[in-house]
């Protein structure tokens, strides 16, 4: 089996590859799932701001059913831990030390919902990140105390793997969206 980092090498090389633009449809299979989640007053739904190839989530917001939801987006605190801030469509983002965009910091939040940047997933729904753990570590925080945060990892699909090698702190996710539709 490869190892983590052997595999984060080869699908960032894939993805970059590979890369094709989507639109707002690719989002339409999460319509019926968050359908619920639309229903409450305060809705936040947790994205994260594209880069290094990425899926652009951000095209999520061209739907009108988001009209009305809070957007959150991670900054990386101090002590390597991930928190969500609000931040609206055009607001002013800053560069973090990874070089990646974030919002200004105000008061944290705490999602209902989480898109989860991928570089790879396999059928069971386990993810490959980057390798810094911002998003498992999160997770394993605060799915200890509020287990209906609903975490979706969006990926493309020649991003799966038959079988990633995971640890007891790598976080299964309840979703994976592809342009093919969604894995339950």
Do not use: C
């Amino acid at each position: 089996m490869l190892e983590k980092n052997q595999l984060r090498a080869q699908y960032l090389h894939l993805r970059k590859k590979k890369y094709f633009e989507i639109t707002k449809e690719f989002f339409l299979p999460i319509k019926k799932l968050l359908r619920s989640y639309l229903r409450k007053k305060n809705f936040k739904i947790a994205l994260y701001y594209p880069s290094n190839y990425e899926i652009n989530v951000l095209k999520l917001l061209e739907n009108k059913y988001l009209k009305n939801t809070k957007i959150l987006i991670p900054l990386i605190e101090e002590s390597n831990f991930m928190n969500f801030y609000p931040w609206k469509k055009n607001e002013v983002l800053l560069v973090n030390k990874f070089g990646l965009l974030e919002p200004v910091r105000s008061k944290a939040q705490t999602p209902d919902v989480i898109l989860v940047p991928i570089l790879s997933f396999d059928k069971k729904k386990y993810r490959l990140g980057y390798g810094k753990g911002f998003y498992d570590r999160y997770l394993n925080k605060y799915l200890k105390n509020l287990k209906n945060i609903l975490t979706v990892g969006v990926a493309f699909s020649f991003q799966r793997h038959h079988k990633l090698p995971i640890t007891k702190k790598d976080v299964k996710l309840d979703y994976i969206l592809t342009e093919k539709g969604l894995i339950k």
